[in-house]
Structures are given as C-alpha cells and as structure tokens.
C-alpha cells in the first residue's frame, strides 16, 4: 500500500511538471518593435529597396521568402518558441481578425530608426514613432475585442505581455555614416549624436508604457562595424579605422541604454525594462561559427542584400553572416537563446527575459 501510495505522487507530480513545462506560454502576448533584425514581413507591400520577400532569402524557412532578412527563422522567430508559442508573431501588415492581435504583433520594419528621417533613401519604412502609432491601433482593437472599447481591459491584458525593441542600428548604418544623404555626421560628435537618439528613444518608450506595456525588453546594437557591407565601404587597405569607428559609435549609444532602463523604472508606474547588450552577446558568438566575414548568399555590389534568385552556399550553418549586414539563422537561434536566458549581468540588467516575463 505505501508503495502504491508513493507511486500516485510520483504521478501527480510528474503531470504537475508536465502541465507546468507543456501549458499556456508564461505571458499571454510579445510585441516586437525592431527594424530589419526583426521584421517579418511589414515592408513586403513598401516601396523601398528594404525588402527580403524573395529567393534566396527564406530558402530556410518552411512557407519560403516571408519578408525575413535572414535564410530562415529570426531572432523574435526563436523568441517566440522560447516563450511557448505555438506559433510566430504575426507582422502587422499582415493582421486580418482583431482575435489574432491578442497574441501578440510584429512592428518591425527594414531600414527604420528612431529618427524618423532614417532610411528615407532607401524609400518606405515605418519609423519608430509610426510602429508606435500601429500599436495604439492594436490597442483599441484589442480594448474592443476583451470589453467593447473597454480601455482598462485591454491595458490589463498588455501589462503582462512582453515587449521586445531593439531599435537605434539604421540611426547609425542608415544615417549617421551616410553623410551624402544625412548632415547628422557634421551636426553632432558621436557622443553628442548618441545623447540626441537617446532622448528621442526615451520620450517614444514612454508612449510605449503610456500604451500599457509594462514588460520590456530594450535591446542594444550589435558590433555592425565587423558586417561584411560595412568592412567592403571601409576606408584604408583592410577597413580597420572604419570599423572601428562604426563600433566605437554604436557603443556609446549603448552604454547609454543601462542608465536609461533605471531612469524608466524609477520614473514610470510599474515599469519593468531591462537592458540585453546585443554588442556583448553577438561578439560571444563569432568564435562557435567558421565563416564570420562573409556572406552566405552573394550580393548585390555596394549593397547589403542577396542577389535574387540566386543559390546561397551550402553550409549555412557555419556562417555568421546571412546577407552582407544580417545574420543567419543560426546565429539568430543562439542569439534568441541568450536574450531569453543569459547568466551574465554584463549581458542582461539587471536580468534575462526569462526572468522578466515571471516579474
């Protein structure tokens, strides 16, 4: 009898773990406001030279070239299944039924920046403060969805999503280093320039929390400086003075994000942001890959994206690099995991999304 006994907790708690690891995700949504890292297809119907919705892009990806910059699955892609998901994050261009918006929706969107002049050379894009506009849609949709326009229900529901934004690397690579389009390099020092976006990010992850989020994910720029398009326009015979002077930037603009999440935290009601150093965590990453300066896919000249329709090497498994200035997917993969779970607080502050979604 104490044996059956001992047996029939033994199965309680075995189907207790079961329902705890296998049930509904930790969070009820994830909102993903980004640019090309994480778009998903919300610049497929643009105008713009911003666009990865062909061959070989996708060739990775069971439903093909989506709108992805990458061979296969991105970074919110993998983030998403970490969560639980059974599904990815759908892009907003492509949301039909109001239901789908409780999930969760993907704002990103190729070429944009935190200013919203960046990326206009290379045509449409939907800027930070126009992804924000999109979510205040989203959110009335979803206050009509819960209680009939009910405001406070929605924003009930949103409080407990998670909220990804990884946004400021356009501002740089689209902007900032493109003087023929941009007099940003010759109105401000890179200490100065990175003080400026700063301040604009602030006021727009205001709004953001103003909007109802409460769990967010501020993610930093990654070592754009060592991408193959970057280190090909670089001045000097192997383009280190360049790249050093990408990275130096982005850098600063970065060791400005830790201070800003405690600013947010003490000044705003609820508010739970952390800061994941996407520069720290890509760099960890280039020693597991063989290929780490050159793309998978061949280019078009001067540009950073694929040629179309053409075959992309075999062993995209080994290279960091997708396209000229994305990573593949299995870069993505890894990346995705250490944001999700990182025991480093060099790389997570003050910790990993896996603690925040239990915050």
């Known amino acids: 009898m104490a044996l059956q006994t001992r047996l029939f907790y033994v199965l309680v708690l075995s189907l207790s773990f079961c329902v705890a690891s296998y049930g509904k995700p930790p969070v009820p949504c994830y909102f993903v406001f980004g640019a090309s890292y994480y778009d998903n297809g919300n610049n497929n119907g643009l105008v713009t030279t911003a666009r990865s919705n062909f061959l070989p892009y996708g060739i990775d990806f069971p439903k093909g070239a989506t709108g992805r910059f990458s061979n296969g699955r991105n970074t919110p892609d993998f983030l998403a299944k970490l969560l639980g998901f059974n599904s990815s994050i759908p892009p907003f261009a492509a949301v039909k039924d109001d239901k789908d918006m409780l999930i969760g929706v993907n704002y990103a969107s190729g070429s944009s920046g935190i200013r919203s002049e960046t990326g206009s050379h290379l045509g449409a894009r939907y800027a930070m403060e126009a992804q924000l506009q999109h979510h205040q849609r989203t959110v009335s949709r979803i206050g009509e969805v819960l209680a009939s326009g009910n405001s406070s229900a929605a924003k009930d529901h949103l409080s407990k999503c998670l909220y990804s934004v990884a946004m400021g690397d356009n501002d740089y ?17 890179p200490e100065q320039y990175a003080s400026v976006l700063v301040q604009e990010y602030e006021l727009q992850l205001r709004t953001l929390h ?98 179309p329709l053409l075959t992309a090497c075999t062993d995209r498994g080994n290279h960091f690099w997708w396209d000229a200035l994305h990573p593949s997917e299995a870069t993505n993969e890894k990346f995705a995991s250490r944001l999700y779970s990182s025991k480093s607080s060099d790389e997570a502050y003050p910790f990993d999304i896996s603690h925040l979604i239990q915050s």
């Open 173 to 189: 690579v689209n902007n900032y280093f493109k003087p023929k389009f941009y007099s940003t390099s010759k109105k401000y020092t």
């Open 210 to 307: 103003d909007h109802g989020a409460r769990k967010i994910a501020l993610i930093g720029i990654g070592p754009l400086g060592c991408a193959p398009v970057v280190v090909r326009k670089s001045t000097g015979t192997n383009g280190s003075s360049y790249v050093d002077e990408v990275n130096n930037s982005l850098q600063i603009f970065n060791s400005k994000l830790r201070p800003l999440v405690d600013k947010l935290n003490k000044a705003l009601a609820n508010a739970k942001f952390i800061y994941l150093d996407a520069f720290k965590i890509y760099s960890s990453l280039f020693s597991g890959f063989k290929v780490t300066n050159a793309s998978c896919c061949e280019v078009i000249p001067g540009t950073p994206a694929c040629i």
